[in-house]
């Protein structure tokens, strides 16, 4: 769940604020995978991202992937406006405390501007 103050229906600017909610909801989708999507918002604004999270749309390739990436690739990924943010569901975020422990085996690497970096680890060497 997330909230996105947007410039209102009509607005010379409101496209600025479709693009940016869209690339969010791109970048949430693959941080936390979905499964639908649920829209709350200015009419136009909504129906916009809707159909730019549809089959044709700019985010085809998203609402293709989800249900694969969440285990459920017999399942359509729905998106589906809603009236009133009341009736979107409670946020679920958890904090997750990771571990301090860096044994094993990891590969790093960092495209830089004008080079390439890399680190391998093997048994903390």
């Known amino acids: 769940r997330y909230s996105l103050p947007v410039f209102p229906d009509g607005s010379r600017d409101a496209r600025a604020s479709a693009y940016l909610a869209g690339v969010l909801i791109q970048e949430m989708m693959w941080q936390r995978s979905a499964s639908a999507l649920l829209l709350s918002g200015p009419p136009r604004l909504c129906k916009f991202l809707k159909k730019?999270?549809?089959?044709?749309?700019?985010?085809?390739?998203?609402?293709?992937?989800?249900?694969?990436?969440?285990?459920?690739?017999?399942?359509?990924?729905?998106?589906?406006?809603?009236?009133?943010?009341?009736?979107?569901?409670?946020?679920?975020?958890?904090?997750?405390?990771?571990?301090?422990?860096?044994?094993?085996?990891?590969?790093?690497?960092?495209?830089?501007?004008?080079?390439?970096?890399?680190?391998?680890?093997?048994?903390?060497?």
Do not use: H, W
Not at 83 to 112: H, I, M, W, Y
């Open 52 to 125: 730019n999270f549809s089959v044709g749309g700019a985010y085809e390739f998203e609402i293709k992937s989800m249900p694969n990436v969440c285990g459920t690739p017999d399942k359509e990924f729905e998106v589906k406006i809603v009236e009133s943010a009341s009736e979107l569901p409670e946020a679920k975020d958890t904090p997750q405390v990771c571990g301090k422990d860096a044994n094993g085996c990891r590969l790093a690497f960092d495209l830089g501007k004008s080079d390439i970096k890399t680190v391998a680890v093997k048994d903390n060497e």
